[in-house]
């Protein structure tokens, strides 16, 4: 099965056009009608774009083709660029607790507030997010490179202005908690 679903959305004529020409495709194309999208199941390994005359409030990942007429070859390296930004983005998005964590602009998202993270603090998040329960040695040699024995408060500093950006910004206290086991992200 393709790892690759273009979804045709109440666009009869193009899904038309296209299932003659399936087999020498690259995606698996579907159609789909208003009511059918809330039945759709989608899975998290396959990449899913719509394809729509117009935009859909609440679908993201939409190609919305309004500049027509448009040549089918041109259509076709449309679709499969989408794809690979699709691809692009899902891979540079990870899920921290409720957070969302872009590792390419090194930004941390929840609603529609964002913050800036330096290259450190993103490598920081993603570690302890991984390993659960995280002691200071581990962080120095992981993240920091550092012998575990060198004693140095970089690891508490760092974590102490993480904790305080994330509770300036998303109002968070609780980003980064303590207890005897180590670090652990919530």
């Known amino acids: 099965m393709s790892s690759k679903i273009l979804i045709i959305y109440e666009y009869q004529n193009l899904f038309d ?23 759709i199941e989608f ?29 089918l070859e041109n259509l076709l390296e449309t679709i ?10 899902n891979q540079s998005n990870i899920r921290i607790g409720k957070y969302n964590l872009d590792l390419n602009s090194r930004k941390i998202f929840f609603e529609n507030k964002k ?21 200071i040695k ?11 024995n060198l004693e140095t408060h970089t690891v508490e500093t760092h974590i102490y202005r993480l904790r305080k950006k994330m509770k300036e910004i998303f109002k968070d206290e609780n980003f980064i908690s303590n207890n005897n086991n180590g670090y652990s992200i919530n």
């Open 80 to 89: 499969n660029v989408n794809f690979l930004k699709s691809k692009f983005y």
């Open 17 to 39: 056009i296209l299932s003659e020409i399936s087999e020498n495709l690259n995606f698996k194309i579907i159609s789909c009608k208003k009511k059918e999208y809330e039945k």
């Open 138 to 148: 581990d962080l120095q040699k992981n993240v920091w490179d550092y012998s575990p």
């Open 115 to 135: 913050l800036d993270l330096t290259e450190r603090e993103t490598n920081l998040i993603i570690f302890i997010h991984d390993k659960k329960d995280v002691t």
């Open 43 to 71: 899975e998290s390994k396959i990449d899913y774009l719509f394809l729509s005359q117009k935009e859909i409030k609440g679908i993201n990942n939409i190609l919305v083709l309004d500049n027509l007429p448009i040549k």
